[in-house]
């Protein structure tokens, strides 16, 4: 009996040992929370093996969707189980006004001062890439230029275009720009876009689908986040991206923010601050095909110039569209009632 107590015990202790020993490794490790794919790949490969190379840290991700990952911020409040988070400059809005991220300390973060003005998006969040939503089509499958924005109503290419659902708000602002109202006032083209309605082909609520529905015809021309575009010619698929020459394409800027209630805030702004170096921002821009928010970072030649690239302060004045922040976060759950009801209802 007692040689059965201690083979038991021995086992217990030896479980108990198997999980506390990655449990201490999780404690040891900067924990990212991040959108998962290619963009977890190229933050862990560019960022997060510098990071652990620099410091000896390593680091562990959280991975989903931007509302996703939110929603378990809130759960976590006040013991987060991420230490440094990347989220869309809007939705950072949110964890602002939610309590969930803390004041960035400047003087943590040298490379800061190399940022474009229109990065710096809070006390609280700072910018890491940027891109745009635009005009993207295939010259080979729509023989017509598409120039501008306004194109997109031309009755011959009704049945040609696709958009995302999961977030209306590049055509719903490009809509009231056209009829002299913007992302406050969007309520001004709901009659423009009401008329686009019948030259949709199809929606989409992920970036695979959009570039599926590109690469098979079905959507040959998209309000497209330029990054995916960029993607689809490195696989040799011809498709065109538009810089409009009626409105700028519509900007997003990715940010990154230190957890508030984290208990390695010196490491989170180390990586927050390596992130923004003139180097890695050169990777960075390599591999998304993303713009950087350095000014300093050298951009390839086949990118220079192209839509959501910006090289200078104005170039970030003159090529993009920037909505404001907490008025897109207040807005975007009316705006995809509005354009679910009244656009992609039959």
Request: hydrophobic share 45%.
């Given at each position: 009996?007692r040689?059965?107590?201690?083979?038991?015990?021995?086992l217990?202790?030896?479980?108990?040992?198997?999980?506390?020993?990655?449990?201490?490794?999780?404690?040891?490790?900067?924990?990212?929370?991040?959108?998962?794919?290619?963009?977890?790949?190229?933050?862990?490969?560019?960022?997060g093996?510098?990071?652990t190379?620099?410091?000896?840290?390593?680091?562990?991700?959280?991975?989903?969707g931007?509302?996703?990952?939110?929603?378990?911020?809130?759960?976590?409040?006040?013991?987060?189980?991420?230490?440094?988070?990347?989220?869309?400059?809007h939705?950072?809005?949110?964890?602002?006004?939610?309590?969930?991220?803390?004041?960035l300390?400047?003087?943590?973060?040298?490379?800061?001062?190399?940022?474009?003005?229109?990065?710096?998006?809070?006390?609280?969040?700072?910018?890491?890439?940027?891109?745009?939503?635009?005009?993207?089509?295939?010259?080979?499958?729509?023989?017509?230029?598409?120039?501008?924005?306004?194109?997109?109503?031309?009755?011959?290419?009704?049945?040609?275009?696709?958009?995302?659902?999961?977030?209306?708000?590049?055509?719903?602002?490009?809509?009231?720009?056209?009829?002299?109202?913007?992302?406050?006032?969007?309520?001004?083209?709901?009659?423009?876009?009401?008329?686009?309605?019948?030259?949709?082909?199809a929606?989409?609520?992920?970036?695979?689908?959009?570039?599926?529905?590109?690469?098979?015809g079905?959507?040959?021309?998209?309000?497209?986040?330029?990054?995916?575009?960029?993607?689809?010619?490195?696989?040799?698929?011809?498709?065109?991206?538009?810089?409009?020459?009626?409105?700028?394409?519509?900007?997003?800027?990715?940010?990154?923010?230190?957890?508030?209630?984290?208990?390695?805030?010196?490491?989170?702004?180390q990586?927050?601050?390596?992130?923004?170096?003139?180097?890695?921002?050169?990777?960075?821009?390599?591999?998304?095909?993303?713009?950087?928010?350095?000014?300093?970072?050298?951009?390839?030649?086949?990118?220079?110039?192209?839509p959501?690239?910006?090289?200078?302060?104005?170039?970030?004045?003159?090529?993009?569209?920037?909505?404001?922040?907490?008025?897109?976060?207040?807005?975007?759950?009316?705006?995809?009632?509005?354009?679910?009801?009244?656009?992609?209802?039959?």
């Amino acid at each position: 009996m007692r040689s059965r107590v201690v083979v038991v015990s021995w086992l217990l202790a030896v479980l108990a040992l198997a999980f506390l020993v990655p449990a201490a490794r999780a404690q040891n490790a900067l924990v990212v929370s991040v959108w998962g794919g290619n963009w977890k790949d190229t933050v862990d490969r560019v960022v997060g093996k510098a990071f652990t190379a620099k410091t000896g840290i390593p680091v562990e991700y959280e991975v989903g969707g931007t509302i996703d990952r939110l929603a378990k911020a809130r759960v976590a409040k006040g013991n987060p189980l991420v230490d440094v988070t990347f989220t869309t400059s809007h939705v950072g809005r949110l964890y602002i006004s939610d309590g969930l991220i803390q004041p960035l300390d400047v003087s943590k973060l040298p490379n800061a001062k190399d940022l474009a003005k229109e990065a710096i998006r809070s006390e609280y969040h700072l910018g890491v890439w940027a891109y745009v939503y635009t005009v993207v089509y295939r010259p080979d499958l729509v023989k017509e230029d598409i120039t501008k924005w306004s194109d997109l109503w031309k009755p011959s290419l009704k049945g040609k275009i696709a958009m995302p659902d999961f977030d209306p708000s590049h055509i719903i602002t490009i809509a009231a720009l056209m009829e002299g109202g913007n992302e406050v006032t969007w309520q001004k083209g709901e009659a423009k876009l009401k008329q686009l309605k019948d030259s949709v082909a199809a929606f989409y609520s992920t970036d695979a689908q959009s570039q599926d529905l590109m690469k098979t015809g079905q959507g040959p021309v998209q309000v497209m986040l330029s990054v995916n575009a960029y993607h689809l010619q490195e696989q040799g698929i011809a498709v065109k991206v538009v810089q409009p020459a009626d409105y700028p394409g519509v900007v997003g800027i990715d940010t990154m923010a230190v957890m508030a209630g984290s208990k390695k805030t010196d490491a989170a702004h180390q990586f927050i601050n390596l992130a923004l170096s003139k180097d890695i921002q050169t990777e960075l821009v390599k591999a998304l095909r993303a713009g950087p928010v350095n000014l300093g970072a050298t951009v390839p030649a086949n990118l220079k110039g192209q839509p959501g690239i910006f090289s200078s302060p104005a170039e970030w004045k003159e090529r993009g569209y920037i909505m404001n922040d907490e008025a897109r976060a207040k807005n975007l759950p009316a705006w995809r009632e509005w354009f679910t009801a009244n656009i992609v209802k039959k």
